[in-house]
């Protein structure tokens, strides 16, 4: 599996961005968001079965982060609205071939995708 991560930038508090990542190779059971802030381990964003049914946000993110999946354009993305300081970080993708009740730790995804740096001014 390859990923490619692509989307990210420098924004100011309140912007958006839209973080997509391209998946070729093979097909997957879910796919995630993780993120690694400056002097930080990196950390789960969000996480979205093969379906699309089926998602899960870190508390961090709930309510201003939006994970989608197209099957067609193998690809999955990250709208990311109201974005704040602390959510700069590289984002990184990944994907499972492992079939789980959630998806929400490293431990979970197999592949990974380089990332894609994130900055948030004030």
């Known amino acids: 599996v390859q990923l490619q991560a692509s989307g990210g930038g420098s924004v100011q508090t309140g912007d958006s961005l839209r973080l997509s990542c391209a998946i070729s190779g093979r097909t997957t059971t879910a796919m995630g968001w993780f993120r690694r802030a400056p002097g930080r381990g990196r950390e789960f964003v969000s996480s979205?079965?093969?379906?699309?049914?089926?998602?899960k946000y870190a508390d961090s993110v709930k309510g201003r982060f939006t994970i989608s999946r197209s099957v067609t354009e193998e690809a999955m993305y990250l709208q990311m609205n109201s974005l704040k300081p602390e959510d700069t970080a590289v984002y990184y993708c990944?994907?499972?071939?492992?079939?789980?009740?959630?998806?929400?730790?490293?431990?979970?995804?197999?592949?990974w995708g380089q990332g894609t740096q994130v900055t948030v001014s004030s």
């Open positions: 990944a994907t499972s071939d492992h079939a789980r009740r959630d998806y929400y730790s490293e431990a979970h995804f197999e592949f």
């Open positions: 979205i079965n093969w379906r699309g049914d089926r998602k």
